[in-house]
């Protein structure tokens, strides 16, 4: 059994192109995936409009199912009456969903988590109460889950260890236990993809960390232009599935072309490994 999904991240309505829109728009039909994930950051500064131009985009590919978490930029900066009592208003509007469940593909689960409070502008935090909560009910060995939130687990360069999830190493020891296959994320607009061994030696099961890049603002970083993943997931073999990622970068010419593939395995001792 084959699953796709699409992880994209950080679009930041609000601070975006339209002709980066329409590329991305138009990937999304080529590449019919089995679900979208979009990992926070939508709008730029939480307001109506963008939330608006974020909803016709969503709207544009209503032929895919989504699972969307919010970002820090999703709660209202400037307005502090509306991020104290109503922080998620808008949100909750158009996307007119739990902002943290679980959706099932298939033998894949999704788990969406919201790392964002209305208390902190930037960082990100996740109580191990509440991935308990949401990752509860106990599935099959051979299904492949699948932890959403914005804030990275991981990232590339020591500038951005500043931007990780607070308390990682509890939530880390969590995602193990509860069996956690892949842990996505985004914020620091700079695509990554690692074992989490190499970052979390002490956690015996090792997961797939996934940063998404920012698929549509041009708030972009040296290296790291509009980009998004692609997760093809092959539980054929139920005893070792497998799984690889696709970076799409936009190139010149404003297509979406993929520019590197990662490919791992599931080991029932150690967890995945790369190929």
Same mark, same amino acid.
């Given at each position: ?32 995936? +089995? ?7 939508? #709008?730029? !500064?939480? =307001?109506?409009? /963008?939330?608006?131009?974020?909803? *016709? ?49 298939? +033998? ?7 790392? #964002?409070? !209305?208390? =902190?502008?930037? /960082?990100?935090?996740?109580?191990? *109460? ?146």
């Amino acid at each position: 059994m084959k699953i796709r999904i699409a992880h994209l991240s950080d679009p930041h309505f609000g601070a975006n192109y339209p002709e980066v829109v329409n590329a991305l728009t138009s990937s999304m039909k080529d590449l019919k995936p +089995s679900l979208i994930i979009l990992s926070g950051d939508i #709008t730029q !500064r939480a =307001r109506c409009e /963008q939330f608006v131009a974020a909803e *016709k985009f969503v709207q544009q590919l209503a032929e895919f199912p989504w699972a969307i978490v919010p970002g820090n930029h999703d709660i209202p900066l400037f307005n502090i009456f509306a991020r104290l009592f109503y922080p998620y208003k808008y949100f909750k509007n158009v996307f007119k969903g739990l902002l943290e469940k679980e959706i099932p593909v298939k +033998s894949v689960h999704v788990f969406t988590l919201n790392s #964002t409070s !209305r208390f =902190r502008h930037v /960082q990100g935090a996740l109580s191990a *109460k509440q991935i308990k909560k949401i990752v509860a009910d106990p599935l099959a060995e051979t299904d492949v889950r699948i932890a959403c939130f914005h804030h990275p687990m991981d990232c590339p360069k020591t500038v951005d260890e500043k931007n990780l999830l607070r308390n990682r190493d509890e939530a880390m020891q969590v995602f193990a236990k509860a069996g956690i296959d892949l842990i996505l994320g985004g914020h620091i607009h700079d695509p990554y993809v690692n074992l989490s061994g190499e970052r979390y030696p002490n956690v015996k099961r090792q997961s797939i960390i996934s940063v998404a890049g920012t698929c549509l603002s041009w708030r972009t970083r040296a290296g790291a232009p509009n980009s998004f993943h692609l997760i093809d997931i092959d539980t054929a073999d139920k005893k070792i599935p497998r799984l690889v990622i696709t970076r799409y970068d936009l190139q010149s010419n404003k297509q979406f072309t993929p520019i590197l593939v990662q490919s791992f395995f599931r080991d029932l001792a150690q967890g995945w490994i790369k190929n």
